[in-house]
């Protein structure tokens, strides 16, 4: 199967048909780890390494050192198991240190979609968007630490559609590892209730309003009041934001009253933290002035009880005077993302049912959206 014009993965992912080349199965490595929650009912953890990715030198004309990668059937840790948490980083393919912001590598976006699925925000059929990630690097953990028994059910032949993105800002090429932690356990284990993920997003529930013009400083995003509407009922676990640098806080409104409220923050460590003059060159790499780049942000744990008819809205604000936005690898201004991805646990049963009977989502209509919203038109050639 061969689909043209397909824009890049999670509706805000950019890529060019230059980078189409690039698509498909990257090389994978898999390694045993230490289970963290529930190692009592067989719980296993892995890393898997994909990779080598080449990133070319952020001098590049055609590429300016972006690297993307969509991949519409993807290695995961399992088939018919319960994801219960995901954590990604990046690290040098040489001596497996991390990279990061100080040595001008991005993460710039690793996001999962299950095609198998349908979404469960927008109404037009898509596929299920899982999630996005990126350089904040944020863990997934739907067992909020071992006290809830909650996770994501994999079926062995659902294909995950997983889109990756790093920039290289660096003048020579560099080559990286993508590395995911996942953990999860075998089947579906009794006791454990069912993730649903709901991409609550300031563009709509279809992607399709404006965000505020590019250069405006400070303001305010707003998803529609419409917002999400929960068609059944299930708790909210967790809620876990995806912004950019610029962002100052996110909040998550049940019928209108905040519920949730996520705060990044920046450059907490010295891999979050690169200078002025570093990128495309790196000629003043002793500049004095530092770049503190969004390091964590906060996520909401058991938020809230959620029953048909609730409405789920989200706001986002954003203050670039205080915090300088990123700069895309053409060197202007990263666009603005404001999204919240709600997990919401519906009881193992009912859980098992609906996932059971879920219909495989409409990729055409998901990437003429994408298209739409200008972010880069590729060829997908299905593995
Ligand atoms: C998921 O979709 C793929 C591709 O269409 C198909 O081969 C596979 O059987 C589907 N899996 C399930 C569980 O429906
Ligand atoms: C998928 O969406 C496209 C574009 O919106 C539409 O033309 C096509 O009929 C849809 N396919 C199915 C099977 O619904």
């Known amino acids: 199967m061969r689909f043209s014009r397909i824009a890049a993965a999670l509706g805000t992912i950019r890529a060019t048909l230059a980078q189409a080349p690039q698509d ?22 892995v890393k898997i390494s994909y990779g080598p990715i080449n990133l070319p030198s952020g001098n590049d004309e055609a590429s300016h050192g972006h690297f993307s990668n969509r991949n519409l059937n993807s290695k995961f840790p399992c088939g018919d198991c319960i994801i219960t948490g995901w954590t990604p980083t990046l690290v040098f393919a040489d001596d497996g240190k991390l990279a990061n912001a100080n040595n001008n590598i991005w993460l710039h976006h690793i996001g999962f979609t299950n095609l198998n699925r349908t979404d469960h925000a927008c109404e037009n059929n898509w596929p299920e968007r899982m999630n996005v990630n990126g350089n904040e690097r944020s863990t997934f953990d739907f067992t909020l630490k071992g006290t809830r028994k909650a996770g994501y059910l994999l ?10 993105e790093v920039l290289n800002m660096n003048p020579a090429p560099r080559t990286v590892i993508l590395t995911i932690e996942f953990e999860y356990l075998p089947g579906t284990p009794a006791n454990f209730d069912i993730v649903f993920p709901v991409w609550l997003d300031v563009k709509g529930n279809c992607l399709a309003n404006p965000l505020p013009p590019k250069g405006t400083r400070v303001f305010t995003a707003r998803g529609p009041t419409t917002g999400w509407v929960a068609p059944w009922s299930g708790d909210l676990i967790l809620a876990v934001p995806h912004i950019h640098d610029g962002n100052t806080r996110q909040e998550i ?3 209108d009253k905040i519920i949730c409220t996520s705060v990044p923050a920046y450059g907490e460590t010295s891999e979050f933290v690169s200078h002025k003059g570093d990128s495309h060159g790196g000629h003043d790499h002793g500049s004095s002035e530092h770049h503190y780049h969004v390091s964590s942000i906060s996520q909401c744990e058991n938020v809230a009880k959620i029953v048909p008819g609730n409405k789920l809205t989200i706001a986002s604000h954003y203050d670039m005077e205080k915090h300088a936005p990123m700069k895309d690898h053409g060197g202007e201004e990263e666009a603005v993302m404001a999204i919240q991805f ?14 059971m009977a879920s219909k495989p989502g409409n990729l055409t209509a998901f990437s003429e959206q994408v298209s739409k919203n200008g972010v880069g038109a590729g060829t997908i050639v299905v593995p």
């Open 155 to 164: 079926r062995a032949t659902d294909h995950i559609f997983m889109a990756i």
């Open 253 to 255: 409104s049940l019928n």
């Open 24 to 45: 498909g199965p990257l090389p994978y490595k898999i390694e045993p780890l230490e289970p963290k929650y529930f190692k009592e009912l067989g719980s296993q953890r």
């Open 342 to 355: 709600l997990h919401v646990v519906r009881p193992r049963e009912e859980g098992i049912a609906a996932v």
